[in-house]
């Protein structure tokens, strides 16, 4: 498998450290408000990432962390009047709520940085000690930046470019404008823990290393997160890990792209900050999950209705594709028809194509194309009124049925069984539209008894009145169905 390491800027052939064994590290939430769609699109990366590699065979030792103390965290307790442990449970528990919808897996260690805080200290006191920090009279620590020949390999930064400009906020007493924060001095009103250097809490950055080396030993193979965490997060994690432990940190750096809204950055600055449970209240998260799935991992996401809707006409067309085979494969009469040569080789052409797609940097958008090329071929057979009654295309397209639920077990959709999930995205799609289904089977009633009285105008009125309303009518052997357009 390739994997794209953000340390080299190339994609690489990945074997674990152990083989069959792979430990990978993703950063996880500030446990301070509701998880929006960057959190979903790096939750589903790193889910199929570890759904992936234990599909080929490897034990994954998965550690997703929560940050559950913090300035943001603290701010938002002091504002409602409650405490950082409250603001942090209840913010976890949302995380935990919006992630089973959308099917991401726990990970085998969730760990909160409160529980490490005594790890933290024993990392902070070590740097200290090789001369890679230095405590201030105030109780604070800092890490010495020029004192890690390798910072900044990471993002690529040069360190005196970094330094212009860089300046030293009033009341700390760093050396060093580049310095960053290992341990923070004890302020009023904040929650403190006892250290050699006196009350006070950990830094953000620290967290993280502390706690991957706890769980999985460094070096270990993956650390992952979104682009926006490469620097300083990342930058200042490896930093700190390597000058302490004189080890490589991580084997490879994984970091899915930006999430973008409209075109725009996404900003709660800018008013276009979208979490998850409002996505929920206007399409399916199998919807959800799905678009997310439709762009390469590494590559920006734009998001937006219209990009979400296409999402959800394509993920439709594959279900409506599994549910036309399902009833099609129920037939009890098959001629002998041949099936043509080159669509057996067609399909199997696309099956070897998903793997090497998933295998190329987990590209799970161009293996999603090949899914669509399959979609077509079933449509193809399916439509061929000699084709659709020969045996061989019935085991054809039973393949391909299989091949695509087949996946679910990495990309975890596809296995909702086809008629439920059509009728749930019928809901949905009704729900958005603001239609009733009881006044729409009303007026399919009342086209229909204008049909038997062959009141034909009457009938294309109703009809046109359903379309307005965003509702398709389909006159059936079976009757007449509605869906929503």
């Not at 950063?27 to 939750?43: E, F, L, P, V």
């Not at 976890?92 to 726990?106: C, E, G, P, S, T």
């Not at 999603?368 to 399916?382: K, Q, T, Y």
């Not at 393949?399 to 008629?419: H, K, W, Y």
Request: aromatic share 10%.
């Amino acid at each position: 498998m390739q994997l794209f390491n953000s340390m080299t800027k190339k994609k690489e052939a990945f074997t674990p450290l152990v083989p069959g064994r792979v430990g990978l590290y993703a950063c996880g939430i500030t446990a301070y408000d509701y998880c929006h769609i960057g959190h979903a699109r790096s939750s589903v990366v790193f889910d199929t990432l570890v759904r992936y590699l234990r599909k080929i065979g490897n034990t994954v030792t998965f550690v997703r962390n929560f940050t559950d103390i913090d300035d943001k965290i603290i701010k938002r307790a002091a504002r409602e009047n409650t405490t950082e442990r409250d603001i942090a449970d209840t913010y976890i528990q949302a995380f935990y709520d919006d992630m089973d919808a959308l099917r991401i897996q726990r990970a085998d260690h969730e760990p909160k940085a409160t529980e490490f805080v005594q790890e933290m200290i024993d990392l902070a006191a070590t740097l200290i000690e090789r001369g890679h920090a230095y405590a201030t009279p105030s109780g604070d620590v800092y890490f010495r930046v020029r004192s890690f020949d390798g910072y900044g390999k990471l993002s690529g930064r040069n360190i005196e470019e970094m330094r212009s400009g860089a300046r030293i906020a009033p009341g700390e007493e760093k050396e060093d404008p580049l310095d960053f924060a290992l341990w923070k001095g004890a302020k009023p009103g904040e929650p403190t823990w006892e250290s050699p250097w006196g009350p006070g809490r950990p830094g953000w950055h620290l967290e993280c290393s502390a706690m991957s080396e706890k769980l999985l030993g460094i070096p270990f193979d993956i650390h992952g997160g979104g682009q926006d965490l490469l620097f300083p997060h990342h930058e200042n994690e490896l930093a700190q890990s390597e000058a302490a432990t004189g080890k490589e940190f991580a084997r490879f750096w994984v970091h899915n792209g930006f999430v973008q809204i409209n075109s725009e950055k996404m900003s709660k600055s800018l008013g276009n900050f979208i979490t998850i449970r409002d996505i929920f209240k206007l399409y399916l998260p199998e919807v959800l999950r799905f678009f997310l799935l439709t762009t390469h991992y590494r590559s920006p996401l734009d998001y937006s209705d219209a990009a979400l809707s296409e999402a959800e006409k394509g993920i439709k067309r594959i279900y409506q594709t599994l549910a036309a085979i399902d009833e099609a494969s129920k037939r009890t009469k098959w001629s002998g028809t041949p099936l043509p040569d080159d669509m057996r080789q067609e399909y199997e052409t696309h099956k070897a194509a998903i793997t090497e797609s998933l295998e190329d940097d987990l590209n799970t958008a161009a293996a999603l194309g090949h899914i669509f090329s399959l979609v077509r071929l079933a449509g193809r057979i399916l439509d061929d009124k000699a084709l659709k009654k020969s045996g061989q295309a019935k085991d054809l397209t039973l393949e391909i049925r299989d091949t695509i639920r087949g996946l679910a077990d990495v990309f975890a959709v596809f296995d909702t069984p086809p008629a439920e999930f059509l009728e749930n995205l019928k809901s949905s799609r009704a729900k958005r539209h603001n239609i009733d289904p009881a006044a729409v089977e009303a007026l399919i009633q009342k086209r229909q008894d204008a049909r038997k009285a062959k009141d034909f105008a009457a009938s294309d009125a109703i009809r046109d009145e359903l379309a307005a309303m965003h509702v398709e009518v389909k006159d059936t052997p079976e009757g007449t169905v509605w869906d929503v357009m």
